[in-house]
């Protein structure tokens, strides 16, 4: 479990603060200057408010003419409505800069996540460091967009900090000190305070994710049939008020924090200008001040007091803004565990031929006490069709994750044509495979755009060989759109949903447009009827000629179709061979293949008239 307090954060608040506007530099420069234009248009406002009162009143008490005190009047009521405006036009004019600095952050987040190697995915630690730096991007009011208007508050108040010490050391420094320290006061209980309520962050981090998680299952669609048939509706209910009861809790706590802080800022400031009104009304007494000498200097200490009190808190709250941008940079900086770009570049050949060895292969899964794999030697030779099988959790999708650059041994080492593959660019090595999956990923999208992944231009004639052969061709036409009709009802309307075994026939597409020199199969036809899986091993089978292709799958149909037969248990390979050497070895492999081929019996219509016939033996 993560500690609550951080650990030393890797960056300073100005090393923070540097970043962000390095940041602005490259991605919006109109940011900074919008800031600083906003910063001194406050300075301006601030002044001339804090001049106003007391300049009109002067003009009464020194009998000036109407004609003169409405001059005053005219100029300052001109000068605040056009600095007010032009305030309010810079800060509408800045959300979209910082609205776009923070949406690229948002997509670098994305990028990472997409590309990390893929051990981080299943590593915690590293997905609870991606909801930390989600925190800082998430909203308007995160850290990546707030920081400009704390930072313009900061550069602000410094500013009329000076301008008011410069007036008042002209009048009495005791006055300037006596507020200063008392402010300096103030701030530092509210601090201690804050820090308290920071301290609740990780656990109301948790429990929002714990609340978002139950309400987006609530809306899954996949999830929908399980949620009715179930009636799940009480269950989530109840799960979904425990977080929310447990989330209120904190908040309250967290609040009873500010509160309290709140208070004491209430208590000390009517301490403060108690003392310092009385001092300054002694002042004016004893030095017969004009009424608007004494406005003037009232005037000037609520607003020192409040501009110091104001660097304070906006510091404060720039150090927790800067906490939220450690957690950004320090999850955008995670180290990688496999080379990308500094890695040996590689390209796909299709007719260049390859071979994958494993030696002395162990792997262990992070936590796990048992290893996956112990001292597994393999050799999957260029051009051959190898199916791996074994019962559930033998280690077949671990060993295809190996075999795919997905995960690295703990121990051994996986060769490309002899070469340990941890030496070339893992982005490069990918571009050897064409996989499907057990899972799938169908973007909402075009089936097209399924089949060609972003490619440009398409290959129109490639992308038809390939539903062709994926035998997705008579569903298609079936549809009036074809190959532009949309999938999934998310994000359009009209998109359509389509059946298991039609996903699994786009996926199929989807592999064979790649046109990769190597093909992994995970079960690629575990959604399909047997007569269809016979159908795709049989163009498997000609298609891969040439190519290295493994697959795994539970339906031992298709092993016949391949040079070799690997059986599983336990992370070894207890069987090897042909379909019919491990027949005639009458080991586990025989004795599932037999339970299998019982139910292996199909009926085929041909020209009309319904026949039996056994795929096993065709
Ligand atoms: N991410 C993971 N973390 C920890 N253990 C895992 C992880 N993934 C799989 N395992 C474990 O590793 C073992 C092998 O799993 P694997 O998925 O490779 O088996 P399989 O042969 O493909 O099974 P199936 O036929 O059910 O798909 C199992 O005991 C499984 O519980």
Known sequence: MRKEDPIKPRYTMKENSRYMFQLAWQQRKSVIFIMLSITFLSVIVQLLELFITPILLQQIEMKASLYTFIKWLILFVLLLMSTKGGLAYLKTNTLLGRLNIRIYLISQLSQKMQQTSYPNLEDTRFLEKYESANYSVMTNGSATEIFWETMSKIIQNFFIFVIYLFLLSHLDI??????????????????????????????????????????????????????????????LKEIYQTAFSNYQKLMLKKESYYLQANLADIGLNFVRNGIVYAYLLYLSMSQSWLVSEFLLYFLAISGFSQGIQMILTEMSNLNKYSLDINHLRDFLETEELFLFEEGKSLTADKHQSYEISLRGLSFTYPGAKKATFEDLNLTFHAGESVAIVGLNGAGKTTLVKIICGFLDPTHGEVLLNGINIKEYNRRDYYRLFSAVFQQFSVIETTILENITQGENPIQFEKAKDCIQLAGLQPMIERLPQGLSTLLGKKVYEKGIELSGGQIQRLMLARALYKEAPMLVLDEPTAALDPIAENDIYQKYHQLTKGHLAIFISHRLA????????????????????THEDLMQKNGKYKALFEVQSKYYQEEVEVDGEVKNESITDA
């Open 174 to 235: 005791t006055l300037a000190l006596l507020v200063g320290v008392t402010a300096v006061c103030s701030f530092f209980y509210h601090q201690r305070k804050n820090k308290q309520a920071q301290l609740s962050r990780f656990a109301e981090e948790k429990l929002m994710k714990e609340l978002n998680y139950i309400q987006q299952k609530g809306e899954d669609f996949s999830y929908a049939k399980d949620i009715r048939l179930f009636q799940q509706k009480n269950w």
């Open 558 to 577: 298709s092993t016949r179709f391949c040079d070799r037969v690997l059986y599983i248990e336990e992370g070894k390979v207890i069987e090897e061979g």
